[in-house]
Nanobody, 123 residues
Framework: VQLQASGGGLVQAGGSLRLSCAAS????????MGWFRQAPGKEREFVAA????????LYTDSVKGRFTISRDYGNHVVYLQMDSLKPEDTAVYYC?????????????????WGQGTQVTVSS
């Protein structure tokens, strides 16, 4: 499975971006999907995840109320709507497919990763 992330860019603080991640095909099982990010000089961190059917979602505390994850199961696409962006949201954002159907905060549970898309928020 190949993942193609898009939608990153440069935005001012308070602005919005919508990231998309399209999978080349559906996997043989139902899988959760997630978004992670990595800022310069920092570890990759969990941002948001969604279950295989979109019914359960997880967010890291710093993005709750600002980011929304969703998915189009039939078209194998996951989205991350990012509102009220802050300079500390600046990072490369990665989408990933979970081995399991549930959402997860653990990067080790994801077995397919996209190439990343840069998000830069200016103050």
């Amino acid at each position: 499975v190949q993942l193609q992330a898009s939608g990153g860019g440069l935005v001012q603080a308070g602005g919005s971006l919508r990231l998309s991640c399209a999978a080349s095909r559906r996997t043989s099982s139902n899988n959760g999907m997630g978004w992670f990010r990595q800022a310069p000089g920092k570890e990759r961190e969990f941002v948001a995840a969604v279950s295989w059917n979109g019914g359960t979602k997880l967010y890291t505390d710093s993005v709750k109320g600002r980011f929304t994850i969703s998915r189009d199961y039939g078209n194998h696409v996951v989205y991350l709507q990012m509102d009220s962006l802050k300079p500390e949201d600046t990072a490369v954002y990665y989408c990933a497919v979970n081995r399991k159907p549930v959402p997860s905060r653990e990067a080790s549970e994801y077995n397919y990763w996209g190439q990343g898309t840069q998000v830069t928020v200016s103050s």
